[in-house]
């Protein structure tokens, strides 16, 4: 098992790893860890933990630490994991940990979240993002959780960056953070106008928001109502509809109480491939890292990746 540490997960309050760190080596003694200084590192190092034979490779950090990982383990060339025997864990520092979610109290280690139990791996659904830039090339990342084009990508992107008042927050309130981010948010976006296509349906209209996902939990206690799980072959595709902020706000608290899908806004689909088209370069979201792109294509990868229970 190799271990790759992101010691500026939430803010750079991660200050319960010491004692995840020491319940985690009690557990498996035998555990390889890198505390890479960079993305670019941290990649080297996954890969040459493929090479070396290691059964698991945990990203302990928040989403964007998994997303990292994952993006080491797949091989672009035949959209699946460079070693197929190879699994993903992880242990949840971050501000968010929605790849936790729902976190069973057999998933905690010293306090926090944790899938590392190799010997319940299951193969669950990758999701493939074909993006298109604006300079014209093209880039292919993966997922595991969700993507998002519009309010929601904007608000992740305030979040990810944001100095002042949500980066004192982050650490101390993550809640809190997500709400005061959310509000500044709304209060200067626009609709976007958005082509998106699934498998015979369309939508070219604005929206507010359109979530393509493998998990119905996102920016931290917010869910969706609808029925996707981690290895059914389809995406969900929650759109919300282009509304006032008022509306906007009603939508965003019933979605803290895992409601969506009775929303006057609401429009619900189903596809294995989804296409997206903004009317100039956006936002998309993958599991909370932003790249601006010209257009996306995502496609559901069924079960191509061991998961740690």
């Known amino acids: 098992m190799f271990l790759v540490v992101n010691p500026t997960a939430k803010g750079g309050a991660a200050t319960r790893w010491p004692h995840v760190r020491q319940a985690l080596f009690e557990r498996r003694p035998d ?116 993507a998002s084009m519009g309010l929601v990508a904007a608000g992740n992107h305030h979040f990810n960056t944001a100095g002042g008042l949500t980066a004192w927050l982050k650490p101390r309130n993550t809640d809190a953070a997500i709400a005061y981010t959310a509000l500044r948010t709304i209060a200067t976006f626009d609709p976007l106008r958005v082509d998106i296509r699934g498998e015979g349906w369309r939508q070219h209209a604005p929206v507010t928001t359109v979530s393509v996902l493998k998990s119905v939990h996102f920016a931290g206690g917010m869910r969706y109502d609808t029925g996707v799980t981690a290895d059914d072959g389809r995406f969900d595709v929650n759109i919300w509809s282009a509304a006032s902020r008022p509306a906007v706000l009603r939508l965003i608290a019933g979605l803290y109480r895992g409601r969506f899908r009775a929303s006057a806004l609401a429009r619900c689909e189903r596809s294995a491939r989804v296409d997206l088209r903004p009317e100039y370069p956006s936002p998309l979201e993958l599991d909370g890292e932003i790249t601006v792109v010209e257009g996306a294509t995502l496609e559901v990868l069924p079960r191509a990746l061991l998961v740690c229970a």
């Open 31 to 146: 555990i390889d860890t890198a505390t890479p200084d960079s993305a670019a590192e941290a990649e080297k190092a996954v890969r040459a933990a493929v090479d070396a034979g290691h059964d698991a490779v945990i990203a302990a950090g928040g989403d964007g630490t998994v997303g990292l990982v994952l993006n080491a383990l797949m091989d672009p060339a035949v959209d699946r994991p460079r070693d197929p025997r190879i699994a993903l864990g992880a242990i949840g520092l971050g501000s968010s940990n929605d790849f936790h979610k729902p976190a069973a109290a057999d998933r905690m280690l010293a306090g926090v979240p944790a899938r590392i139990d190799l010997g319940r791996a299951r193969s669950v659904d990758v999701g493939k993002a074909t993006m298109l830039l604006p300079d014209g090339t093209r880039r292919i990342r993966y997922f595991l959780l969700n």
